[in-house]
């Protein structure tokens, strides 16, 4: 079974740039989740989706990041402008359905540097 | 709203040794999972704890769901290298549901 692919693994941009991330989850799940790692700390949520509607996106800087998934597949993460707290790696993660035991599937995750 | 707090940020543990980490939250969680992320890598999912009081092994591996559903553990005996890593767990309660809030993790070093 494919996992979940992101790219691009890695990224380097200058603050006020934008950037944009790809996720395609595994086939069939129906959740999406976009994760904010910071080094030394959890993944924080940034937005969530059942399909292609937004289930959570509380914890989404919405003047700067933005994220759609058209068709409940493929999946993108915005940034715009960029600023040099945004330096962290940004996980995508897929599962089967928002229900009771259903284990998140994590990409390898694509690490942002914002200089 | 929602946190889930580890304690310790981080093990040092000698090979051969047990040592537990613990996962608390300030809200009544209706499942916790568990992640290990070794360095470098992505969280991989170990386990998920739904029943008050669950207790649940992976080989030198064991997982507990307190009897309030408010804390869990992960206990692990005769360390390895290969347990090396960090070990988050992921709560969810039932007016979040599929929203899993991660603690900041607790990071194992294992000496040989």
């Known amino acids: 079974e494919a996992g979940v692919a992101q790219s691009p693994r890695y990224k380097i941009i200058e603050k006020r740039q934008s950037v944009a991330f790809w996720c395609n989850p595994i086939s069939g799940h129906a959740t999406l989740y976009w994760y904010q790692q910071i080094l030394g700390q959890g993944p924080k949520l940034l937005i969530q989706?059942?399909?292609?509607?937004?289930?959570?996106d509380s914890q989404l800087p919405k003047d700067r990041f933005s994220a759609e998934r058209l068709k409940g597949v493929d999946s993108t993460l915005k940034i715009q402008p960029a600023k040099l707290e945004d330096s962290a790696v940004y996980l995508c993660a897929s599962s089967l359905s928002r229900g009771l035991g259903t284990e998140a599937f994590f990409g390898q995750g694509t690490r942002l540097t914002v200089v | 709203g929602q946190q889930v707090m580890q304690i310790p940020q981080y093990q040092h543990v000698q090979e051969g040794e047990d040592f537990t980490t613990y996962c608390n939250s300030s809200t009544t969680l209706s499942n916790i999972q568990w992640y290990k992320q070794r360095p470098g890598g992505h969280p991989v999912f170990l386990i998920q704890l739904v029943k008050s009081g669950e207790v649940k092994k992976q080989k030198r591996l064991t997982f507990q769901f307190g009897e309030a559903k408010k804390n869990s553990s992960l206990h692990i005996t005769a360390t390895q290298t290969t347990d090396v890593g960090t070990y988050f767990c992921a709560g969810t309660t039932t007016d979040s549901w599929g929203k899993f809030q991660f603690g900041a993790g607790t990071q194992v070093v294992v000496t040989p």
């Open positions: 989706f059942q399909n292609n509607g937004v289930v959570d």
